[in-house]
């Protein structure tokens, strides 16, 4: 049974960082894609970063800010954040799904993952 784990959120000033963490379990091996998603009130669920062995992608709104990582000997991902902005706030979801290959991942479609993580609040004051 795939079980994800987020942590690490909170509250931080715009101009500052968090670090989210997502440990997975219940992949054993299979590869599998893991992408962080965040979703604001009123809004729809975004992608926001993916991973698949060594492979990362980013949505154009957290370019350059944002890091993903993966530690394989902890089956943990992670989300660097940086020069967080207010637009950020959102609950932070991590995701994963079995891949053969990155293509359907690299969407960011909420729909090619299968499961889901309880969320992290982010919230970042101005």
């Known amino acids: 049974q795939v079980q994800l784990v987020e942590s690490g959120g909170g509250s931080v000033q715009a101009g500052g960082s968090l670090r989210l963490s997502c440990a997975v379990s219940?992949?054993?091996?299979?590869?599998?894609?893991v992408a962080w998603f965040r979703q604001a009130p009123g809004k729809e669920r975004e992608g926001v970063a993916g991973?698949?062995?060594?492979?990362?992608w980013y949505a154009d709104s957290v370019k350059g800010r944002f890091t993903i990582s993966q530690d394989y000997a902890k089956n943990t991902v992670y989300l660097q954040m940086n020069s967080l902005k207010p637009d950020d706030t959102a609950m932070y979801y991590c995701a994963a799904v079995r891949a053969y290959s990155d293509a359907r991942c690299r969407t960011l479609e909420a729909t090619v993952y299968n499961s889901w993580g309880q969320g992290t609040q982010v919230t970042v004051s101005s």
């Open positions: 991973i698949y062995w060594g492979n990362e």
């Open positions: 219940g992949y054993t091996g299979v590869r599998y894609c």
